[in-house]
């Protein structure tokens, strides 16, 4: 009895003020024990210092491994038909087949897109892409996530609104109200209220079913491929229905769109960011903690009763998933997506040395938002605490109904059935409550994020400076402090550790090489590598499928009429790509030969207009500014958030500065070309530019390009059909050919995406 009243005191004291500073406690306490510990307490300083490298050799490993397996995956996913493999897990004939019960055609993802004061060519980038999708008209549902605190976002919502209406399952917007009790501005209060709207707007309300639904959170600058979304809509399909409810999934993080663009230090922080993301992503991990842009199960969100939005949610993607972890008692399944989230790195304003200050101070304060989500730290310990103190006090999740059975009405032998398909179909059983083990993993996941490397650096800079060690190039420095320290020499323990944890960092080359010569070849095949297969296939099937009877052509310029034209950058004269300005130059990296000549990728989409590629051996000098840029995007803003939560757990939230599109005014506009039975083709301007990448299918298919203005353009798209007038083209191609007997007055259109 006296243990339960002291379990009951002790829950109702204030754990989440506690450990909201805990880690900036443990920094003032760092900075005596840095120059003491080595005096007073020799062996338990040697085993921490030891025990900090020891970690982060670790960690190295495991991003090398982690940067493997997302390369290697990522070529997997782009040239598996999901469809297909669906079909064969399931003993399904198609997406719609109703034998299996939740067919693949049936999953709706429900996409928020949050996003304050963006640039409207900004979100027509984003739209476009997902509009290229082969299943955007019939599985898409589009939520803009307005801020009622900016003005006109009404009127640009439904702007948004009528130019889409035509090219997802649905498109609406959300309007998050200002000044809602314990909410703060921001990403994670934003997107609390868009999908909490989206529930009640579908599926009979919170209480009604929403099996078949899917949230994913992206920015608005973020892009992703079609593939994405395919695999998502697999592993989920093919999971079994008392697993879908406790289902995310984390795609790997990729900056390939404005890296050029921005400073080195930088771009190699966002690289390094990448790493870290994909680093606890290999499917084995019991810890998967998605990053920016991510899935939830529209039942999983609805259980947890959405995100969080007060301040200890700032980070909204780690604190979702610990939310979830804590709701499902660690039973929560996150299925790893090896198609990259493709995103921009910050810029600054202006140019010069101001602008790239102003880049430098751009990210910084993302830096400091991101580590703010150190709180997320004090969260974990303290739901932890208090499911030892208060069991209970906390909502958890029921995984199955009382009659044993689960929500959808299957009962255990329709989960055993499911559970002999194929191992990447689901998790063979619903997992049991985590064990010790893995919740010491995710400990160890929060304090290497949090933690780790501003208690390392502090050790290492202040063990070089007082530490006489004579292997140390700091040797005299260090003696004259140690003087007046202490009389003694240095203890045998303390000279033990530092001596094996410089070997230790010595080591780290090696795993870094390793995670190096992966994620460029992961960064070559992501942004560029797949797209250019994609392209070729498109080439071959225009080809083959090209009609043999007697056409009309436009003719190309004299210069070009006997040149071969294998892709549209041949309709560029060689001269005009020698003289052209460095930064308009197309640069398209050769598709290795290692990945063989059968491969074969799916459909992706369009690309997005940004893209950087990373030129060898230019592009290895980036990585020797690590330390640099580890100190002032990790260290400095570590210091900073951890410091301040001592105060305050508010952040004054800014949206970070992204990359500015080329205006809809300075696109080259759409072009109709307009043929009849009678007359030469004609060439005519359309008075509004109209997104590109959706394709147009039918049966018969014209070989489409351009012959005017052809030294302007970068790239010719579209894929069409006689007779019919194309909004979204995506095909490159040669000559403009139309049969004689197409119909009278067709209009077919060509666009020329922004350069």
Not at 263 to 279: A, E, K, N
Not at 289 to 318: H, K, Q, R, T
Not at 534 to 558: G, I, N, Y
Request: one cysteine or more; a neutral charge.
């Amino acid at each position: 009895m006296g243990a339960e009243k002291l379990r009951a005191h002790l829950a109702q004291l204030p754990w989440k003020a506690i450990f909201q500073r805990l880690p900036g406690f443990s920094l003032i306490c760092l900075i005596p024990f840095a120059f003491l510990g080595p005096v007073y307490l020799p062996a338990i300083f040697g085993l921490y210092y030891f025990s900090l490298h020891l970690a982060f050799l670790l960690n190295n490993i495991r991003s090398a491994y982690g940067m493997y397996i997302a390369y290697t995956n990522a070529k997997l996913y782009s040239v598996t038909d999901w469809v297909k493999k669906y079909c064969q897990d399931t003993g399904t004939v198609n997406g719609s087949d109703t034998t299996h019960d939740l067919p693949y055609d049936n999953v709706l993802h429900v996409i928020i897109l949050p996003n304050y004061k963006e640039n409207m060519d900004t979100l027509h980038e984003t739209l476009d892409v997902l509009a290229s999708h082969s299943r955007a008209i019939t599985q898409y549902k589009i939520c803009l996530a307005m801020e009622e605190t900016e003005a006109g976002a009404d009127d640009k919502a439904q702007g948004l609104m009528k130019h889409y209406a035509s090219q997802f399952y649905e498109i609406t917007y959300t309007l998050h109200p200002a000044g809602r009790p314990g909410e703060i501005r921001g990403k994670s209060s934003n997107v609390a209220w868009a999908a909490q709207q989206m529930a009640l707007r579908s599926g009979g309300g919170l209480d009604g079913r929403h099996e078949h639904e899917i949230i994913t959170v992206m920015d608005a600058d973020t892009c992703f491929a079609e593939d994405y979304f395919a695999a998502v809509t697999y592993h989920y399909t093919t999971a079994l229905p008392s697993q879908r409810r406790i289902m995310m999934f984390a795609p790997c993080t990729l900056f390939d769109r404005n890296s050029s663009n921005v400073p080195v230090f930088v771009r190699v922080t966002d690289m390094f960011w990448c790493i870290g993301v994909i680093s606890n992503l290999y499917p084995s991990s019991s810890i998967k903690i998605p990053c920016s842009a991510y899935s939830v199960s529209m039942e999983l969100a609805i259980a947890v009763n959405f995100w969080d939005a007060g301040p200890e949610a700032i980070g909204e993607d780690m604190h979702m998933y610990l939310k979830c972890f804590f709701a499902t008692q660690g039973r929560v399944i996150v299925k790893s997506i090896f198609s990259p989230a493709s995103q921009c790195n910050v810029e600054g304003t202006g140019t010069g040395v101001k602008g790239y200050l102003s880049g430098l101070h751009a990210r910084y304060d993302q830096a400091k938002r991101h580590l703010w989500g150190s709180l997320d730290t004090g969260y974990t310990l303290r739901r932890s605490l208090m499911s030892v103190l208060a069991p209970g006090s906390e909502p958890t999740l029921p995984m199955r109904t009382s009659n044993g059975g689960n929500k959808y009405g299957k009962d255990a032998s329709h989960d055993a059935k499911l559970a002999k398909s194929d191992p990447h179909a689901s998790t063979s059983r619903t997992p049991e409550p985590y064990s010790f083990w893995v919740w010491a993993e995710l400990i160890h996941r929060l304090l290497e994020s949090h933690i780790l490397m501003g208690h390392l650096f502090v050790l290492i800079i202040v063990s070089a400076l007082i530490l006489p060690i004579r292997s140390s190039f700091s040797y005299s420095v260090a003696a004259y402090f140690w003087g007046y320290l202490s009389s003694d020499p240095v203890h045998p323990y303390v000279e033990l550790a530092l001596n094996i944890s410089f070997w230790t960092r010595m080591s780290i080359v090696v795993p870094n090489v390793v995670m190096i010569w992966y994620y460029e070849r992961y960064h070559s095949w992501c942004g560029f590598e797949r797209w250019e297969l994609q392209e070729k296939q498109a080439q071959q099937e225009r080809m083959a499928s090209a009609v043999p009877s007697q056409t009309l052509a436009v003719p190309l310029p004299t210069s070009m009429e006997n040149r071969r034209v294998d892709s549209a950058l041949s309709l560029v004269e060689p001269s005009a790509i020698r003289s052209a300005p460095l930064h308009e130059k197309t640069e398209l990296p050769a598709i290795a030969s290692s990945h063989g000549t059968n491969l074969r990728v799916q459909h992706l989409g369009r690309r997005s207009q940004l893209r950087s590629s990373r030129q060898y051996p230019r592009n290895l000098l980036d990585w020797f500014t690590i330390p640099v840029a580890g100190f002032l995007f990790y260290v400095c803003p570590q210091f900073h958030a951890q410091m301040t939560h001592l105060f305050t757990e508010r952040l004054d939230y800014k949206v970070a500065a992204k990359p500015t599109l080329k205006k809809e005014s300075e696109r080259v506009p759409l072009m109709n070309v307009v043929v009849d039975e009678m007359s030469q083709p004609k060439v005519e301007y359309a008075k509004e530019h109209v997104p590109l990448g959706r394709p147009v299918r039918g049966a018969a298919k014209l070989d489409l390009g351009l012959g005017m203005n052809v030294m302007q353009m970068k790239d010719v798209l579209g894929e069409v059909l006689a007779g019919e007038k194309l909004e979204t083209p995506r095909l490159r191609g040669g000559d403009v050919k139309v049969p004689i007997n197409a119909p009278p007055a067709s209009v077919t259109a060509v666009a020329v995406e922004g350069w």
